[in-house]
């Protein structure tokens, strides 16, 4: 089992960045791939990327393609999806999420693990 503690947003004006951290416990964290995922009020939670465990593959959703980049150091436990170029439509709770396996699907129900989310806010 791990548990996941995100970290990083805030306020930031449209073409700013942020960089959010996902924090695991557990010695087992370079076994489980992560994703991010997002939601913004009203709206279904979507996939923004994702990191397999080991080998470090990566992928991202179109809307956020070339701004955003995820990245781990399993030494620290961590996950971290740097923004940049945010806009306003980034507005959202992110989540990040884990899952056993070599595998990094793009759907909510296949991660078994979630953080209680961090709030991203971007001004026009």
């Known amino acids: 089992q791990v548990q996941l503690v995100e970290s990083g947003g805030g306020l930031v004006q449209a073409g700013g960045s942020l960089r959010l951290s996902c924090a695991a416990s557990?010695?087992?964290?370079?076994?489980?791939?992560v994703g991010w995922f997002r939601q913004a009020p009203g709206k279904e939670r979507e996939f923004v990327a994702a990191?397999?465990?080991?080998?470090?593959?990566?992928v991202y959703a179109d809307s956020v393609k070339g701004r955003f980049t995820i990245s781990r150091d399993n030494a620290k436990n961590t996950v971290y999806l740097q923004m940049n170029s945010l806009k306003p439509e980034d507005t959202a709770d992110y989540y990040c999420?884990?899952?056993?396996?070599?595998?990094?699907?793009?759907?909510?129900?296949?991660?078994?693990?979630w953080g209680q989310g961090t709030q991203v806010t971007v001004s026009s």
């Open positions: 557990g010695r087992t964290f370079s076994s489980y791939a």
């Open positions: 999420a884990a899952r056993s396996g070599s595998l990094i699907p793009k759907t909510s129900g296949s991660y078994d693990y």
């Open positions: 990191i397999t465990r080991n080998t470090g593959n990566t």
